[in-house]
């Protein structure tokens, strides 16, 4: 890993720094690492700790699910190209990672630390909240995202046009 390479324009591209200014960035960039990844290679592996997250500057990665029942079962959730990120989930809730991340080509990608993210608190309270706020819009799009890919997979279209007296509506399971 080396020091980040990548101009501030990408960085602005990138919803995770949305609303920051030139100092911000400059002081972001100081934390960032720069890694080229060759394709196949597995960044992220389902069930193993994760403390960073990753922005693809160039290339393409998928994300793979494994199945809890079948190990020798996944699936690829999605894939994620330059200004995607990942990563994001571990780095606010401190679990293993619930998905493997392959590289499908060469990839070149930037990575924030957890510990690296705190040290930007300690410097700029403005700036890490902006992050924090970023990456939480970034989280609540994918969800909202999933939601509506679950919906559309569970094809369930009927629901009761009013609650029942009690207020709550009946789900039909």
Not at 7 to 32: P, Q, R
Not at 42 to 64: C, D, M, R, W, Y
């Amino acid at each position: 890993m080396s020091e980040c390479t990548i101009d501030n324009d990408f960085l602005c591209k990138h919803s995770m720094f949305g609303g920051l200014v030139e100092d911000e960035l400059l002081l972001i960039k100081k934390f960032l690492t720069e890694r080229e990844v060759p394709a196949h290679t597995t960044l992220l592996k389902q069930g193993e700790p994760n403390n960073s997250v990753h922005f693809i500057v160039e290339g393409e990665v998928a994300i793979v699910r494994q199945s809890e029942t079948n190990k020798k079962q996944s699936r690829i959730i999605t894939t994620l190209q330059s200004g995607d990120s990942f990563g994001e989930m571990e780095l606010i809730d401190i679990q293993s990672c619930a998905a493997s991340v392959i590289t499908t080509s060469a990839t070149k990608i930037i990575t924030l630390s957890n510990s690296d993210l705190y040290k930007i608190s300690l410097q700029n309270l403005k700036t890490y909240t902006m992050l924090i706020l970023n990456l939480a819009r970034d989280i609540s799009r994918r969800l909202r995202s999933a939601d509506e890919m679950l919906a559309l997979a569970k094809n369930k279209t009927t629901m009761p046009s009013s609650p029942h007296q009690d207020g709550a509506f009946s789900s039909g399971i």
